[in-house]
């Protein structure tokens, strides 16, 4: 069941995404509400998994790791019969925990998943593709795209605050 967000707590997430080092005094002056009211909204949003964390948002060409690739990954389902065939999501999890892969996504389509790694050149992810990625078991083959500039990059999602419903119109 999705939790009820109203126009205070889409406001607050609103701030939070653009700086998550804003006190709750801060967001209650922005947004004209008691601090009480946006601390208890805080929590609860915490609570129910809304707000996941807060996070340091780092210059990767400033840590020398400025150089992105995005690596399809196809899954080699196993013989038919086999004692334990792959798990396809195991196998994502695998992926999901070594240091250069930033994002692991199962997808549709010719590919079974999507890996996003930032390393420091061009021959770091060809090492972690070659020498890491291709010696999981269960990937059969790799197609690693280069990025040779990104002009935007984010985890910000857009939000859209409620629209309020008259006297007369009644909810679904």
Known sequence: MEPKLDEKDIRILKVLQENCKATAKQ???????????????????????????????????????????????????????????????????????????QEVH???????????????????IGKFVIDKLRMVKGIEKTLTCMVFHTEKETTTITLETPTRQSAGERQP
């Open 27 to 101: 967001i209650a002056k922005e947004i004209n509400s008691p601090i009480t009211t946006v601390f208890a909204k805080i929590k609860r949003m915490e609570n129910l998994g809304i707000i996941k964390g807060y996070k340091a948002v780092l210059d990767a060409k400033k840590l020398n790791k400025g150089t992105t690739a995005f690596i399809l990954a196809s899954f080699s389902y196993g013989p038919q019969g086999a004692k334990e065939p792959l798990s396809q999501r195991e196998l994502a999890k695998q992926i999901s925990k070594m240091p250069e892969v």
């Open 106 to 124: 199962i997808i549709t389509g010719d590919w079974d998943i999507l890996i996003k790694v930032k390393d420091n050149d061009v021959n770091a």
